[in-house]
């Protein structure tokens, strides 16, 4: 989940041409209603989101009976990060701006 459109598209666009699956949704509502993750799935997540919280989703997705991984996405300065994520330790944080092997790491193959 990405709200800004370009850097949403490029991760999309990086993950089809390595023939991964993917969807990419600009908001969490949007990824409430038309996503099912599951336990094999990794969700990134962008910290600030319109509308839900990036992470609130995160507890929501969290607490699915099958979780899928969580990376959450951040431009934001660390001690930001630190206030919104403060329960949520074991999530991992990506920074922008976006490299693509800091995300392909998060990745099962």
């Not at 990134?44 to 969580?70: C, M, N, S, T, W």
């Amino acid at each position: 989940m990405e709200d800004d459109a370009s850097v949403r598209d490029a991760i999309a666009e990086m993950f089809e041409s390595l023939e991964l699956c993917c969807a990419a949704f600009a908001d969490g509502e949007s990824f409430l209603r038309g996503a099912s993750p599951n336990v094999d799935d990794t969700v990134f997540v962008d910290l600030h989101l319109p509308g839900v919280a990036g992470a609130d989703l995160i507890k929501k997705v969290a607490a699915l009976d099958e979780a899928p991984q969580i990376v959450a996405i951040s431009g934001q300065p660390l001690w930001k990060i630190s206030r919104e994520l403060p329960k949520i330790t074991s999530t991992p944080v990506v920074r922008k701006p976006l490299k693509e092997q800091d995300l392909l790491i998060f990745i099962q193959t």
